[in-house]
């Protein structure tokens, strides 16, 4: 038990450790192929290969988040342009739904546009300020994550063979499970968060080629808004074309609007169900529900965690019906007769 509270300081990174190396296992392999016996080497490599292909990335797409943010905030005090292009946007979209029910007035969305975002903004910088506050902790759980990752992807083979003989269970019944929980793990990565990323990537392109303000900013906001079932990135694209139309003109709405149905809704529509796994389907609203208190639980690391959390429930509770119910392991209580 004590063991548990030594390592659960470190559980975040851990856990992050572990799916790094279930989703990255096949370039470890087909590495290890290409260097022969070497494994120290295949395993340092494609450590190296993250870190450039995805670490870094993130890295620089953190900092223009930090930066748009600032000039966002540092704009609401200087420059009212974007707030009349907003507030006419809103009498626009008022106006049509006044037409559609007219009791639909300007009263019923009385609120102080500059306040709220000013507030919301406000909110955002002094998190930003806890974030620097605490970035020797966050260096250092990602100094422990990489040199988890380093280890579980060289001797993951050795520490899944010691847990399953440690284990009460079958041999069969141990491999199953981790047949399964790699299976519903890769699923919920690939499918959902993988599909998100990308989405919300392409949509803060759009936002950049179109010259929406602030990028970045609103590609992060459409990743989230991607999870969303039945709205997704509709939910920050749509406003931003009723923007484009106030601020850039008409060619710059035309164009944002096909780049939004032709480009990042086609990622939905045609890459999602690719990498979802036949064998694994979780629906939209659950993922959505895992993701919201992943966050409030773990904080920012929750948005991996969440899910995984979510995988691993679904995927025991799909072993205990198909192999324990199935295979009759579950001992009947006894039927006590009254004589």
Do not use: C
């Amino acid at each position: 038990m004590l063991s548990f509270f030594v390592f659960l300081p470190y559980l975040n990174p851990l856990i992050v450790a572990a799916v790094m190396a279930v989703l990255f296992r096949p370039l470890y392999r087909l590495i290890q192929k290409l260097v022969g016996k070497h494994d120290s080497i295949a395993t340092i490599l494609t450590v190296i290969i993250v870190l450039i292909v995805i670490i870094t990335p993130l890295a620089l797409i953190g900092g223009k988040i930090v930066s748009d943010v600032t000039d966002l905030y540092n704009s609401l005090a200087t420059d009212r342009q974007s707030l009349n292009i907003v507030d006419s946007a809103t009498k626009a979209v008022l106006n049509v739904l006044h037409k559609i029910d007219p009791d639909i007035t300007a009263k019923s969305f009385d609120i102080n546009l500059k306040q709220y975002i000013g507030n919301t903004l406000s909110w955002i910088a002094g998190n930003l300020v806890s974030l620097f506050t605490g970035a020797a902790q966050f260096m250092m759980s990602g100094i422990v994550a990489l040199i988890a990752f380093y280890f579980l992807l060289k001797d993951g083979a050795k520490f899944k063979e010691r847990l399953i003989e440690l284990s009460p269970l079958s041999d069969k019944y141990d491999r199953d499970i981790f047949k399964r929980i790699q299976i519903t793990i890769t699923s919920v990565i690939r499918g959902t968060l993988v599909v998100a990323v990308l989405q919300g990537l392409l949509s803060g392109a759009g936002f950049a080629i179109f010259k929406i303000p602030n990028p970045a900013l609103w590609g992060m906001v459409a990743i989230l808004a991607s999870l969303i079932p039945g709205i997704g990135t509709a939910l920050v694209l749509i406003p931003a074309i009723i923007y484009s139309v106030f601020a850039g003109g008409l060619l710059n709405a035309v164009g944002l609007a096909a780049w939004s149905l032709f480009i990042v809704g086609l990622v939905d529509n045609f890459l999602k169900p690719r990498l979802i796994s036949k064998s694994v389907h979780i629906h939209d609203v659950f993922v959505l529900l895992s993701v919201l208190g992943g966050l409030s639980l773990f904080g920012p690391i929750g948005f991996l965690i969440g899910p995984i959390v979510l995988s691993l429930l679904f995927a025991l509770l799909d072993i205990y019906k198909n192999l324990i119910l199935r295979d009759g392991r579950i001992a009947e209580t006894p039927r006590i007769e009254h004589g």
